[in-house]
């Protein structure tokens, strides 16, 4: 099978994007071979037609689950792909209803992207092993886990990810190691049909994710830069009635790699 794919760096989180039609129960098993042969690589997506009038395309992430850094990457690679000029993408993206809109602003230093992200389900608690309470921000699709520093090692969290996602029955599972003091995060990410955990280097929906817990702990919006290794990513929570209505994240997107395989 001939693969033809473009490798985009949004915050270092490395992302690459099949723009070969692969039929969806043969994705999984597609992206755990790129990943295994490209270890720089985080995570693949699938570029497929739009179902909803209005797309520009539809991602397909590899376990089907939701993830904003690669939403970014989709709305730089239609931009590119359509010779796109309007600052706004409209997407259809897996783990999101609807359609996602990012926005595209050409700067001095880059291409900066800002997706409109889905709103959480909930946010609650989950239990790890040892008795250990952390709070859990639900979205369609994936659950992040906040981690405050301290709370787990990094080996602690190895261990824990993979009975955490199965006991909240989710597609995909983050651990967000959080040290609030730095403003940054540690994001570790696990996706249950390709069983890969990998540390990234920036997470778009862990960064929603703890917005969106500091906007309920604070009970009003917030906006914070979450460093993390492989840059920044600015998150904006609004906070009313007990909840979030609105929540973005902005951070810079580049085109890495474009290229093809044999598979």
Same mark, same amino acid.
């Given at each position: 099978?001939?693969?033809?794919? $473009?490798?985009?760096?949004? $915050?270092?989180?490395? !992302?690459?994007?099949?723009?070969?039609?692969?039929?969806?129960?043969?994705?999984?098993?597609?992206?755990?071979?790129?990943?295994?042969?490209?270890?720089?690589?985080?995570?693949?997506?699938?570029?497929?037609?739009?179902?909803?009038?209005?797309?520009?395309?539809?991602?397909?992430?590899?376990?089907?689950?939701?993830?904003?850094?690669?939403?970014?990457?989709?709305?730089?690679?239609?931009?590119?792909?359509?010779?796109?000029?309007?600052?706004?993408?409209?997407?259809?993206?897996?783990?999101?209803?609807?359609?996602? $809109?990012?926005?595209?602003?050409?700067?001095?230093?880059?291409?900066?992207?800002?997706?409109?992200?889905?709103?959480?389900?909930?946010?609650?608690?989950?239990?790890?092993?040892?008795?250990?309470?952390?709070?859990?921000?639900?979205?369609?699709?994936?659950?992040?886990?906040?981690?405050?520093?301290? !709370?787990?090692?990094?080996?602690?969290?190895?261990?824990?990810?993979?009975?955490?996602?199965?006991?909240?029955?989710?597609?995909?599972?983050?651990?967000?190691?959080?040290?609030?003091?730095?403003?940054?995060?540690?994001?570790?990410?696990?996706?249950?049909?390709?069983?890969?955990?990998?540390?990234?280097?920036?997470?778009?929906?862990?960064?929603?994710?703890?917005?969106?817990?500091?906007?309920?702990?604070?009970?009003?919006?917030?906006?914070?830069?979450?460093?993390?290794?492989?840059?920044?990513?600015?998150?904006?929570?609004?906070?009313?009635?007990?909840?979030?209505?609105?929540?973005?994240?902005?951070?810079?997107?580049?085109?890495?790699?474009?290229?093809?395989?044999?598979?």
């Amino acid at each position: 099978m001939k693969l033809d794919y $473009t490798i985009w760096d949004p $915050t270092k989180n490395i !992302t690459l994007l099949v723009s070969t039609s692969v039929p969806r129960d043969m994705q999984p098993e597609v992206a755990a071979k790129l990943m295994s042969d490209r270890p720089q690589v985080e995570q693949v997506g699938f570029i497929e037609p739009a179902t909803l009038p209005g797309a520009a395309l539809r991602l397909q992430m590899m376990g089907g689950e939701f993830c904003g850094n690669a939403s970014m990457s989709a709305a730089a690679y239609a931009a590119d792909r359509d010779g796109l000029t309007a600052p706004e993408v409209p997407l259809e993206v897996s783990g999101h209803e609807g359609i996602l $809109t990012c926005r595209l602003d050409r700067r001095e230093d880059g291409l900066w992207g800002t997706v409109n992200m889905p709103l959480p389900v909930e946010i609650t608690t989950a239990e790890l092993p040892g008795g250990i309470s952390i709070p859990a921000v639900v979205f369609d699709g994936i659950v992040h886990c906040i981690a405050s520093a301290g !709370t787990l090692s990094r080996e602690a969290a190895e261990s824990a990810i993979r009975p955490l996602c199965a006991a909240m029955d989710a597609d995909a599972c983050g651990i967000m190691l959080y040290d609030g003091a730095a403003g940054s995060i540690t994001p570790l990410v696990y996706v249950r049909s390709t069983d890969t955990a990998v540390w990234e280097s920036g997470c778009g929906s862990g960064s929603a994710a703890v917005g969106s817990y500091l906007a309920s702990q604070a009970g009003e919006s917030a906006s914070v830069d979450l460093r993390q290794p492989g840059g920044t990513i600015t998150v904006s929570a609004a906070w009313e009635n007990g909840r979030v209505p609105a929540l973005t994240i902005t951070g810079r997107v580049a085109l890495a790699e474009r290229g093809s395989c044999e598979l």
